[in-house]
């Protein structure tokens, strides 16, 4: 396996391998199962420690440096992007907190050892999962029915089950989100007995995320607990929303480029290049997804030199919103540029198509990004202020 050095290593290896990533995802897709292949190699580059700081073996990435990463991973295969997000939104959260702010929240010591060791496994190639949603309720942390119980000196009861946790199988932990009365906590829960996986994944799009649902009834050590404090996820979901929202945006930044690039070598290789309606819809594209890029990256700027804002938090949502909206609308337009022919399975603009179609519907989702920069504009309190819980 490589050892990151740095984060540009980690964005050479990300472009070296969105071609290879690309000629497998045909096959993943029409198969909707997650790509093992892919997660292999993103191991042997060494990106599954993109987010570790050096001192534990990692390349210290900030956000700006993920953000370019994800991209130039969705180009070649969107769901494989995707599912590395989720994981890198796990490493990334635990990167970032400083150890000041993380004190004041009230951690306890043994939290700073659970972390540098889940992101030291992680530099070693271990993979995090994500199950937060559930059905019915969705991705929302208020509607959370996984319970969790303090088991005196042996950790907590966990029980519940989630939906479109992706990479379920795969991963060696999922960040659980349970609730114990009003309190919402995060738990680090290792794969194994006790977390067992049901086969649902049967979807349109980004069907090789492998997003099956995950069912747990398992006792979690005490350091699994995130941050050693109950209670802090819809706190961190509104001070630093990065992880929840704006990380997504720069996966389907690349997956709206991938439709674009496709599309391009359709129109050339069909030549189709004389159509004004087709050039026209390759211009539009291209500006678009060129404003997509550059507000998701400046988000990422603020993010990592400014955390926790409320300008910043602002381009987040900006971000989240732009990249959903940018991918559908982009890929349906390519989709038309190229014609009928494109709409064959196995062609990669139909694929892209309906993996572009996700970006919108994953939260937070654009009607939900909307609607906070509609509060926020006009003066309101986009956080507390809504009568439906935003998390």
């Given at each position: 396996?490589?050892?990151?050095?740095?984060?540009?290593?980690?964005?050479?290896?990300?472009?070296?391998?969105?071609?290879v990533l690309a000629e497998r995802a045909a096959d993943?897709?029409?198969?909707?199962?997650?790509?093992?292949?892919?997660?292999?190699?993103?191991?042997?580059?060494?990106?599954?420690?993109?987010?570790?700081?050096?001192?534990?073996?990692?390349?210290?990435?900030?956000?700006?440096?993920?953000?370019?990463?994800?991209?130039?991973?969705?180009?070649?295969?969107?769901?494989?992007?995707?599912?590395?997000?989720?994981?890198?939104?796990?490493?990334?959260?635990?990167?970032?907190?400083?150890?000041?702010?993380?004190?004041?929240?009230?951690?306890?010591?043994?939290?700073?050892?659970?972390?540098?060791?889940?992101?030291?496994?992680?530099?070693?190639?271990?993979?995090?999962?994500?199950?937060?949603?559930?059905?019915?309720?969705?991705?929302?942390?208020?509607?959370?029915?996984?319970?969790?119980?303090?088991?005196?000196?042996?950790?907590?009861?966990?029980?519940?089950?989630?939906?479109?946790?992706?990479?379920?199988?795969?991963?060696?932990?999922?960040?659980?989100?349970?609730?114990?009365?009003?309190?919402?906590?995060?738990?680090?829960?290792?794969?194994?007995?006790?977390?067992?996986?049901?086969?649902?994944?049967?979807?349109?799009?980004?069907?090789?995320?492998?997003?099956?649902?995950?069912?747990?009834?398992?006792?979690?050590?005490?350091?699994?607990?995130?941050?050693?404090?109950?209670?802090?996820?819809?706190?961190?979901?509104?001070?630093?929303?990065?992880?929840?929202?704006?990380?997504?945006?720069?996966?389907?930044?690349?997956?709206?480029?991938?439709?674009?690039?496709?599309?391009?070598?359709?129109?050339?290789?069909?030549?189709?290049?004389?159509?004004?309606?087709?050039?026209?819809?390759?211009?539009?594209?291209?500006?678009?997804?060129?404003?997509?890029?550059?507000?998701?990256?400046?988000?990422?700027?603020?993010?990592?030199?400014?955390?926790?804002?409320?300008?910043?938090?602002?381009?987040?949502?900006?971000?989240?919103?732009?990249?959903?909206?940018?991918?559908?609308?982009?890929?349906?337009?390519?989709?038309?540029?190229?014609?009928?022919?494109?709409?064959?399975?196995?062609?990669?603009?139909?694929?892209?198509?309906?993996?572009?179609?996700?970006?919108?519907?994953?939260?937070?989702?654009?009607?939900?990004?909307?609607?906070?920069?509609?509060?926020?504009?006009?003066?309101?309190?986009?956080?507390?202020?809504?009568?439906?819980?935003?998390?």
């Open positions: 396996m490589t050892s990151l050095t740095t984060p540009a290593d980690g964005l050479a290896a990300a472009v070296a391998l969105g071609p993943h897709d029409s198969a909707g199962v997650f790509p093992v292949a892919d997660f292999a190699d993103l191991r042997a580059a060494g990106l599954m420690g993109l987010m570790t700081p050096t001192r534990l073996g990692g390349a210290g990435a900030g956000f700006a440096q993920y953000a370019e990463v994800a991209m130039a991973l969705a180009e070649g295969n969107g769901a494989t992007a995707l599912v590395y997000n989720m994981h890198c939104s796990i490493t990334g959260a635990l990167a970032s907190l400083p150890d000041e702010v993380a004190r004041t929240l009230g951690v306890p010591d043994s939290y700073f050892a659970m972390r540098d060791r889940v992101l030291s496994d992680a530099a070693g190639g271990a993979f995090y999962a994500v199950a937060m949603s559930e059905r019915g309720s969705g991705s929302r942390l208020s509607g959370v029915t996984t319970t969790y119980e303090p088991q005196g000196g042996d950790g907590y009861l966990i029980r519940g089950s989630k939906t479109f946790c992706s990479g379920a199988g795969h991963a060696d932990g999922y960040l659980i989100a349970a609730r114990n009365g009003d309190l919402v906590s995060y738990f680090l829960v290792p794969a194994g007995p006790g977390v067992t996986v049901e086969e649902t994944w049967d979807s349109l799009g980004m069907r090789a995320t492998g997003s099956q649902d995950l069912h747990v009834d398992v006792v979690a050590p005490r350091d699994s607990l995130l941050g050693g404090v109950e209670g802090l996820t819809l706190l961190l979901a509104q001070v630093m929303p990065q992880w929840l929202v704006a990380s997504y945006a720069a996966v389907y930044v690349g997956v709206a480029q991938s439709a674009v690039d496709h599309a391009v070598r359709h129109v050339q290789d069909r030549g189709l290049g004389h159509l004004p309606a087709a050039r026209a819809r390759l211009g539009r594209a291209d500006a678009q997804v060129a404003a997509a890029r550059l507000v998701v990256l400046e988000a990422a700027r603020r993010i990592d030199s400014d955390p926790g804002t409320p300008q910043t938090n602002r381009w987040i949502w900006r971000a989240k919103l732009m990249a959903g909206e940018t991918a559908m609308e982009v890929a349906a337009s390519m989709l038309e540029a190229a014609g009928t022919s494109a709409t064959r399975k196995g062609h990669p603009l139909e694929r892209i198509f309906r993996d572009a179609r996700c970006g919108s519907l994953q939260p937070a989702t654009s009607d939900v990004c909307a609607d906070w920069l509609g509060m926020t504009a006009l003066g309101l309190d986009a956080d507390a202020g809504s009568a439906v819980p935003r998390w």
